[in-house]
């Protein structure tokens, strides 16, 4: 059974930086390699929002709103990817989630961006 189990979320400044890590566990490194991941966010009552992944051939996207400050990368050797965010803003503020393979989800972290 394939689980996937996030970290790394809290509170931080404007203008800081935090970095999530999505944990996967009940698959292969093999498999974790080729899989494409996904990164998202939501806010209360709206719906979640897809800001960034890596495709199955490799590829980097970014959703327009975090291009350029948040950085995606995977560890398959690890079974770990990783949501670098830098020059962070309050409208950041969200629960994040993983997706793996586009079928598994992480439980969510919680990123409070304040003063």
């Known amino acids: 059974q394939v689980q996937v189990v996030e970290s790394g979320g809290g509170l931080v400044q404007p203008g800081g930086s935090l970095r999530l890590s999505c944990v996967a566990s009940g698959v292969t490194v093999d498999d974790y390699s080729i899989w494409g991941i996904g990164w998202y966010r939501q806010t209360a009552g709206k719906t979640r929002e897809w800001i960034g992944g890596i495709t199955i051939d490799g590829r980097v996207l970014y959703s327009d709103s975090v291009k350029g400050r948040f950085t995606i990368s995977k560890d398959s050797a690890e079974k770990t990817m990783y949501l670098q965010m830098d020059n962070l803003k309050p409208e950041d503020s969200a629960d994040y989630y993983c997706?793996?393979?586009?079928?598994?989800w992480g439980q969510g972290t919680q990123v409070t961006v304040s003063s």
């Open positions: 997706r793996l393979r586009g079928l598994y």
